[in-house]
């Protein structure tokens, strides 16, 4: 089972500031199947970035992913207040799939 | 876009079992990946398990051998989750999420096992 470990466990930041999140897997993640997610309290989390690297959806540029193999980054160029969430990444390339355990970006 | 709707909140017993269901809409339903994850209160998510709805064969977590079944049903575009032999850890919200990478969510079920 592929262990992800995401850094930091909180980030306390200001609007317009940049957040640089970290999410390393114990074994290289097959083919960069990493994926972010953003969850705010009492939502379903939403697909920010699949493949390590391409925005979903409708997702804003200010996203970014990069990465490969067993290290990734989630980058948001300058927060919005509606940024301010928890963020998880996921590895979709082996079975059993897993999740890191989250990473806390929160007004400072 | 497809679009996922599961079923109303539960409560159940100790021992007992529970059955979600979500219902997908406005896609092919046949060969779009549906994963069940969990998330108990405070905690991140939980992958417990997944089908091809074309293939029928579901992959689940080693943790919950034996005791979840993840099913489709192309004739109406439903997966099932059940969770058997409930425990107080098993208290959690359940949702089901399409596409490789989950594209799409349905809103979660609250499981509740409580005595």
């Known amino acids: 089972e592929i262990v992800l470990t995401q850094s930091p466990g909180t980030l306390s930041l200001s609007p317009g500031e940049r957040a640089t999140l970290s999410c390393r897997a114990s074994q290289s993640v097959s083919s960069n199947y990493l994926a972010w997610y953003q969850q705010k309290s009492g939502q379903a989390p939403r697909l920010l970035i699949y493949?390590?690297?391409s925005r979903a959806t409708g997702i804003p540029d200010r996203f970014s992913g990069s990465g490969s193999g067993t290290d990734f980054t989630l980058t948001i160029s300058r927060l919005e207040p509606e940024d301010f969430a928890v963020y998880y990444c996921?590895?979709?390339?082996?079975?059993?799939?897993?999740f890191g355990q989250g990473t806390k970006v929160e007004i400072k | 876009q497809v679009h996922l709707v599961q079923s109303g909140a539960e409560v159940k017993e100790p021992g007992s079992s529970v059955k979600v269901s979500c219902k997908a809409s406005?896609?092919?339903?046949?060969?779009?990946?549906i994963t069940w994850v969990r998330q108990a209160p405070g905690q991140g998510p939980e992958w417990m398990g997944g089908?091809?709805?074309?293939?029928?064969?579901?992959h689940n977590a080693q943790r919950f051998q034996g005791r979840l079944t993840i099913i489709a049903d192309e004739s109406t575009s439903t997966a099932y989750m059940e969770l058997s032999s409930l425990r107080s850890e098993d208290t959690a919200v359940y949702y089901c999420?399409?596409?490789?990478?989950?594209?799409?969510w349905g809103k979660g079920t609250t499981v509740t096992v409580s005595s």
């Open positions: 493949g390590a690297s």
């Open positions: 999420a399409g596409g490789m990478s989950l594209d799409v």
């Open positions: 996921q590895q979709y390339g082996s079975l059993p799939r897993t």
């Open positions: 406005g896609g092919t339903f046949s060969n779009f990946t």
């Open positions: 089908i091809i709805p074309f293939f029928g064969t579901a």
